[in-house]
C-alpha cells in the first residue's frame, strides 16, 4: 500500500549511509508565489483564508499523488515510486510509512513531483541531494525531521546541476506548493573507522554538455582578459 516500506538495518560496507523519507502532505496554493517567498511566509498565508480566497481553494480541490524518482538510476523501479492517490482536497494527507533507500555515494540525487491524478499534471517538483540534505544538517537547519518544502513549476524548464543542490536555468520558476516531509540521514560511520578500504560505489561522472563546456571556455577567456589588462596597467605603473 502506497511506498515500499524497507525494514531492518540495511546499513553495510557498500553504502555511505541510508536515506528515510515519510511523505506526510501538501498544499496547493489557488495562485503561485514568487521564487523567493520563505516558507514561513507560505504557511502564514494559508493557516487563514478569507471567504474569496476558500472560494479559489474549492476550485484547485482534486485527486493528487506524489511520485518520488531516483536521478541517480532512473530505471531502478525500487527506487521509483509513487504514493497512493487522495481524492478531492487542495491539501493532500499522505502519512506514508517511512521509505529507506540505501545511499550508494554521496552524489545521489531524487525528485519529488506532485501530480493531479485526472490528468498526470505535475503540479509542482522539489529536488532532493545528498550533499543539500547532509549541509543542511551541519548548518542546523534541519533540527526537526519533519520540515516544509517548496514545489516549484519547472515544466518545459532546463534541469541544471550544480555541487549542492538541483536548480533550474529559471531562478523565475513559480511556488505552486509546499509539501511536509520526515528526512532522515543516517551516514555509515564505520566506513571511516575500517582499517581496510571500504568498498563504496563511485560517483558516477557527469555526461558530457556542449552547454558546460562553453561555460568553461568562456571563463578561460574572461581570465585571459583580465590578465592582458592587468600586464597593461602594470607596465603603465613602471613606465610612469
Known sequence: QGMVDVRGDIVSSNYVG?????????RIFPSPFPSDTTV?????????????????????QGDYYLRFTDLSNPANADTNLRTETVYFTSRPKFNVTNMTIPIFHYGMEFKIDLINATNEHIVGTLF????????????????????????RALENKKIVKSEFDLITNATSSVITGI????????????????????????????????????????????????YRDFLKGYQDVVCW
Open 18 to 26: 541510508t536515506l528515510t523519507i515519510q511523505f506526510l502532505h501538501a
Open 40 to 60: 514561513e511566509t507560505l504557511l502564514t498565508t494559508n493557516s487563514s483564508l478569507l471567504p474569496n480566497e476558500r472560494e479559489a481553494m474549492m476550485s484547485i
Open 128 to 151: 532532493l541531494t545528498v550533499q543539500g540534505i547532509m549541509t543542511l544538517v551541519r548548518d542546523k537547519k534541519l533540527s526537526s525531521p519533519n520540515q516544509y518544502y517548496p514545489l
Open 179 to 226: 509539501v511536509e516531509l520526515g528526512i532522515q540521514f543516517k551516514e555509515n560511520h564505520a566506513n571511516f573507522t575500517k582499517l581496510e578500504v571500504p568498498q563504496i560505489s563511485r560517483r558516477p561522472e557527469d555526461p558530457f554538455r556542449v552547454d558546460l563546456t562553453q561555460a568553461h571556455f568562456s571563463r578561460v577567456w574572461r581570465w585571459m582578459q583580465d
